[in-house]
């Protein structure tokens, strides 16, 4: 049996990754540390095969005045976390970092293909503290302690929060959506959960980049989504122009609009499929909502 220590109460993916869990009662045993008030410094992670970090604040902000609250909990409470686990000496320590480290979205027509050589340079302090955590983990790799440093792009599922909330909120209630193909790499909630289980499992260490077997575009979602409502959308392209204009400013724009793909190949070396459902089957979940 796997004993596995989530360090990051009540988080959306810990959460999901320790339901999906019991599916196999025999094989894992979870328990979940909270963070923010120093409870994880009473307990001895010795008992345990694998700490999986998820503790974080994941929302984007351009706010300078949030910058060392940003650096507090993303990067010193990670490293932080990631010492006490080898000193403890934890075999597995697992780190969700983000696509965020490469910087913002490509624009509207420009393709932003990521590769696993691609250099980060992170746009905003969220990018910069979750980079400078995954940098820091990374250098305490040695023959006893194996970091796994998972580099996300967008995580959408039931109940989620962000961006995917907002826009499956505005297919219920608007009739119309800009005709605006783009592409980009997403991971549903499942699949991510499949990958971290397979993660630990096969004992792995070393910088990885899960994502859907396919790309998906804002339209898709949109169009997937308003099937799963029976209502009829209609994608317009009055406003692509302007849409166009704006995106050369980068923002908010981008992140419904713009590209941004992991290349396909990036995980060849992973080995294992752990993509088990797909983009229909995923954004029906996530419209209909399930519980966790």
């Known amino acids: 049996?796997?004993?596995?220590?989530?360090?990051?109460?009540?988080?959306?993916?810990?959460?999901?990754?320790?339901?999906?869990?019991?599916?196999?009662?025999?094989?894992?045993?979870?328990?979940?540390?909270?963070?923010?008030?120093?409870?994880?410094?009473?307990?001895?992670?010795?008992?345990?095969?694998?700490?999986?970090?998820?503790?974080?604040?994941a929302h984007v902000s351009t706010d300078s005045k949030m910058e060392s609250l940003y650096m507090k909990v993303n990067r010193d409470l990670a490293i932080k976390v990631a010492r006490k686990a080898k000193l403890d000496g934890i075999k597995q320590f697992i780190f969700m970092s983000s696509i965020i480290v490469y910087g913002d979205d490509g624009s509207m027509g420009e393709k932003k293909f990521i590769k696993k050589s691609t250099i980060p340079c992170p746009a905003n302090i969220y990018g910069k503290s979750k980079l400078e955590a995954d940098l820091s983990i990374q250098k305490m790799t040695d023959n006893r302690f194996k970091p796994v440093i998972i580099r996300t792009p967008m995580v959408y599922g039931p109940g989620c929060k962000g961006n995917f909330f907002k826009l499956i909120k505005l297919v219920k209630v608007s009739p119309i959506f800009p005709g605006i193909e783009n592409e980009r790499s997403m991971i549903y909630i499942d699949n991510l959960c499949e990958f971290l289980r397979l993660c630990v499992n096969n004992k792995v260490t070393g910088v990885f980049f899960p994502q859907n077997s396919e790309y998906v575009s804002t339209k898709e979602i949109v169009k997937l989504a308003a099937e799963c409502i029976e209502k009829k959308i209609y994608f317009i392209n009055w406003f692509n122009p302007l849409l166009r204009l704006m995106s050369k400013k980068g923002g908010f724009i981008n992140k419904v609009f713009g590209n941004k793909l992991y290349e396909k190949n990036i995980m060849e070396e992973f080995g294992f499929d752990y993509c088990i459902k797909d983009i229909n089957e995923s954004i029906k979940e996530s419209v209909w909502g399930r519980n966790i």
Do not use: C, R
């Open 1 to 57: 049996m796997k004993k596995i220590l989530i360090t990051g109460k009540d988080s959306y993916i810990g959460t999901f990754f320790e339901n999906s869990l019991k599916k196999w009662p025999k094989q894992y045993d979870v328990n979940t540390v909270g963070t923010m008030n120093d409870e994880w410094k009473a307990i001895s992670f010795s008992e345990y095969d694998v700490v999986f970090h998820v503790a974080g604040i």
